[in-house]
């Protein structure tokens, strides 16, 4: 039997929401036993004081993208479990928008063989929603759920043929299939830049008005009133679609929300010297809907943080900012960007672990997420408050499109564990 015992910790609980010092027992990849503040130093098996750092459940996060097959220039699953690893991240839930897209059996057998070889992290993969991302063909949904696909999802490309999304609702609806969308009306969204406003018009890029990102729950919702299926929404960014996405969990549809660390910590201004690192999709928005956005998360309006990480070779990212790749890597930076929230009084500790741990691994029927008895001792040590400068030299990803690079940041990840195995240690 294998044993680690944590002591001195203090344990962030999402579930209890509380911070209480003491410690945790690990058996065999789970947790056993909760010990108190005075519990006394046991001798078998390995012991770690954790000099009263924080530990937590580790961070499970929805969005990932690695880019195999297709693109392993960009990110393998060996790098990016390397970065999940320093980042806290214990289980990554992957992206389909692959070369090609995952859309079959065969492809997602393939990319789960390569997670398990290549990852010391969890990875569970999600499968596009219609064959190719092409939004007129459903795939085979039941074929990919016995394969192992966790959701469906054609990412960033909607499904604009309503007729056809609301077939894959149904379908997905009658096999209990979670279908996660990317809330964003297409006509409006293409070849935006930046959110639109005065800002934006004074720097000269192309822009969208938040009101594309309501227009599209708008639809989704009633699509969903009518299906009955379970909905995720992987980013809601702005405040005029939170309206729409309180009135369905009034009403009581199976929906739950999502939004990014980079959403939730940076606004529109950053753009402001043209650095493609902060071109995102959605774009950036207001500072008024990122405050809005981090008190959804607070209340639990918003259920999920998310790092959507997204990585772009250089040659993608070094163009005007027009042309230039969306989307920035994150997995590393998460949890320092999420002290950001933190420190400022925004989102206090249990709350952000619910949004990044709990809630997450709940929406997906995972049991990681929690420090209750009987969990898997996925786990991450930490320090909110040590300092440091960003350098995405020093970054796991094989991109290294961080817009935070060169940013003074605040806490740090000293260990990662999964099933009780440590999988990083700061040194």
Same mark, same amino acid.
């Given at each position: 039997?294998?044993?680690?015992?944590?002591?001195n910790a203090r344990l962030v609980d999402p579930e209890t929401d509380e911070i209480t010092v003491g410690g945790?027992?690990?058996?065999?990849?789970? &947790?056993?036993?909760? @010990?108190?503040?005075? !519990? #006394?130093?046991?001798?078998?098996?390995r %012991? &770690?004081?954790?000099? @009263?750092?924080?530990? !937590? #459940?580790?961070?499970?996060?929805?969005? %990932?993208?690695?880019?195999?097959?297709?693109e392993r220039h960009k990110e393998s699953y060996r790098s990016?479990?390397?970065?999940?690893?320093?980042?806290?991240?214990?289980?990554?839930?992957?992206?389909?928008?692959t070369e090609p897209a995952i859309d079959n059996p065969e492809t997602l057998e393939f990319v789960t063989r390569r997670a398990n070889e290549a990852a010391p992290v969890n990875v569970m993969p999600m499968a596009a929603l219609t064959k190719g991302r092409a939004g007129r063909e459903m795939t085979e949904i039941g074929f990919l759920m016995d394969a192992g696909a966790i959701a469906f999802t054609d990412c960033?490309?909607?499904?604009?043929?309503?007729?056809?999304?609301?077939?894959?609702?149904?379908?997905?609806?009658?096999?209990g299939a979670l279908v996660i969308a990317h809330p964003q009306d297409p006509g409006l969204s293409r070849g935006a830049a930046a959110t639109s406003g005065k800002f934006a018009s004074l720097r000269g890029l192309p822009a969208v008005s938040p009101m594309a990102e309501r227009m599209a729950l708008d639809r989704d919702m009633a699509l969903i009133e009518m299906t009955g299926a379970r909905y995720h929404a992987d980013q809601i960014t702005s405040a005029r679609a939170l309206p729409a996405l309180e009135r369905a969990k009034?009403?009581?549809?199976?929906?739950?929300a999502g939004t990014s660390i980079h959403h939730l910590t940076l606004n529109a201004l950053d753009v402001a010297d043209y650095r493609t690192f902060f071109k995102l999709k959605p774009p950036l928005r207001d500072e008024q809907d990122r405050l809005a956005i981090a008190e959804a998360v607070k209340s639990g309006l918003i259920d999920v943080i998310s790092s959507m990480h997204t990585p772009q070779d250089e040659e993608s990212k070094r163009l005007p900012f027009e042309e230039a790749a969306s989307g920035a890597?994150?997995?590393?930076?998460?949890?320092?960007?999420?002290?950001r929230l933190y420190h400022a009084g925004l989102i206090d500790l249990p709350a952000l672990w619910r949004a990044m741990s709990l809630n997450p691994a709940k929406r997906l029927g995972l049991a990681s997420g929690r420090l209750a008895i009987g969990a898997p001792a996925d786990l991450v040590l930490f320090d909110p408050d040590t300092p440091f400068l960003m350098d995405r030299a020093t970054l796991h990803s094989k991109s290294r499109n961080t817009p935070f690079d060169g940013a003074r940041m605040?806490?740090?990840?000293?260990?990662t564990f999964v099933a009780g195995t440590c999988v990083y240690e700061r040194s």
């Open positions: 039997m294998n044993k680690l015992t944590f002591l945790l027992v690990v058996e065999d990849g789970r &947790i056993t036993k909760r @010990l108190p503040k005075d !519990a #006394p130093r046991l001798t078998s098996g %012991v &770690i004081d954790c000099h @009263l750092k924080y530990l !937590a #459940p580790g961070i499970v996060d929805i969005g %990932v993208k690695v880019c195999e097959p297709g990016a479990g390397l970065a999940a690893a320093a980042g806290g991240v214990t289980t990554m839930i992957t992206r389909p928008d960033d490309r909607v499904v604009t043929d309503t007729k056809v999304f609301s077939r894959a609702l149904t379908y997905a609806r009658s096999l009034a009403n009581g549809l199976d929906v739950t890597v994150a997995l590393e930076t998460m949890l320092p960007a999420a002290m605040q806490g740090r990840v000293l260990s």
